[in-house]
């Protein structure tokens, strides 16, 4: 019927049902008979049973005081606990339940009752044993699931970062005219994204970006520049506008790069970003930029966060056909150029962060 022996204390202060208890479940169990609720607290100190078998009509501490005090303990709170009574009617055997005993087996009781309503409360607590282990095992296997998605996840999005920066780099190695103008563009973007955040300005589309994706993804504004001429591309004196044509298709380039590789990639959502700010950061708010002409709101909104760093880093820079502006130059030129170059809106957060970006450009 077992195959271990459990530990059964048997309580009863008649020695002739004690004796006749325990020489029925002797067989089966490992029996400690107690005449008293005091020595059932006396062996509990020492034996920890599967269950107790407790008589309720004993002197000094009756079976319900027992109870009481076997749920009020920690250590033995969990015990299953059987009533012996001769006791059958209704209302104490409710007290009884109430007090937290699992059933009542009713004297003189005969050994194969005796022995199946036990087998059946142990059967009951090694399935909630094993209930418990499951869902702690369950619960360890979750948890280092999660730890180990996130890990491979944060693998993932270095990875991606990697691979942004160092394609950044190739379009930065070839532009030697523009040297760390991809840095610190992402530095002001993160500056002026920040006070939007604080701000809760743009808050219903801001809520909807994966911040680390679409700062990484900044660094890829130029990267159709890598398709430019060198002859353009690092030109000492200003361009003609033909030569300036040219380099206005950079921004299609770029766009058609990164489509083709969103075409080839299952996980693309880091690029979403980057194809937006790519196609739209030379648009203009009153619709006069390049290449589609969009105007207001219709530009998205990283193409005009990225409108407003990447000009004022082109006007801080030296460059061979000119000497850089000043910060205060630059800040001016922005703000003047509120509700024509640049979304008004954020040219008011600019103006409160451009501390931020005098102290990034160095």
Not at 4 to 9: C, E, G, Q, S
Not at 267 to 287: C, I, M, S, Y
Not at 330 to 359: M, Q, S, W
Request: aromatic residues 8%; glycine residues 6%; proline residues 4%.
């Amino acid at each position: 019927m077992h195959d271990t022996r459990h530990k059964i204390i048997l309580v009863d202060d008649n020695m002739a049902n004690l004796t006749m208890g325990r020489n029925m479940l002797k067989a089966f169990y490992e029996v400690y008979p107690a005449p008293s609720a005091a020595k059932l607290f006396e062996i509990l100190e020492n034996v920890t049973p599967g269950l107790v078998l407790l008589d309720i009509e004993m002197p000094e501490m009756n079976g319900y005081e027992a109870i009481k005090k076997l749920k009020a303990d920690p250590r033995f709170k969990d015990i299953p606990v059987i009533f012996l009574t001769a006791k059958s009617d209704e209302s104490s055997e409710l007290e009884g339940f109430d007090l937290g005993a699992v059933d009542y087996i009713s004297k003189p009781f005969s050994g194969p009752l005796l022995l199946k309503r036990i087998d059946n409360q142990l059967l009951i607590v090694s399935q909630k044993r094993d209930l418990l282990a499951s869902r702690a095992a369950l619960k360890d296997y979750a948890d280092n699931l999660e730890i180990k998605v996130r890990d491979k996840t944060k693998e993932v999005i270095n990875l991606q970062n990697a691979v942004l920066a160092t394609v950044a780099d190739l379009v930065e190695f070839r532009d030697k005219i523009t040297g760390g103008h991809i840095h610190r563009t992402q530095l002001y973007l993160k500056a002026l994204v920040d006070e939007l955040v604080m701000e809760g300005v743009y808050t219903n589309e801001v809520k909807k970006w994966n911040m680390d994706f679409f700062l990484a993804s900044a660094q890829l504004h130029d990267v159709g520049k890598i398709a430019i001429s060198d002859t353009i591309l690092n030109k000492p004196g200003k361009l003609t506008p033909e030569e300036f044509e040219v380099m206005k298709t950079h921004v299609t380039v770029g766009v058609q790069a990164i489509k083709k590789i969103m075409q080839s990639a299952d996980e693309h959502a880091f690029l979403d970003h980057a194809l937006l700010v790519v196609g739209t950061h030379h648009e203009k708010w009153d619709g006069t930029g390049y290449p589609a002409g969009l105007k207001s709101e219709n530009i998205p909104l990283e193409g005009r966060l990225m409108a407003i760093v990447d000009v004022y880093d082109a006007l801080i820079a030296d460059r061979p056909y000119k000497k850089g502006f000043t910060h205060s130059e630059a800040c001016k030129i922005i703000e003047d150029g509120a509700g024509t170059h640049f979304d008004p809106v954020l040219v008011e957060v600019f103006k409160k962060v451009n501390a931020d970006f005098e102290r990034a450009a160095g």
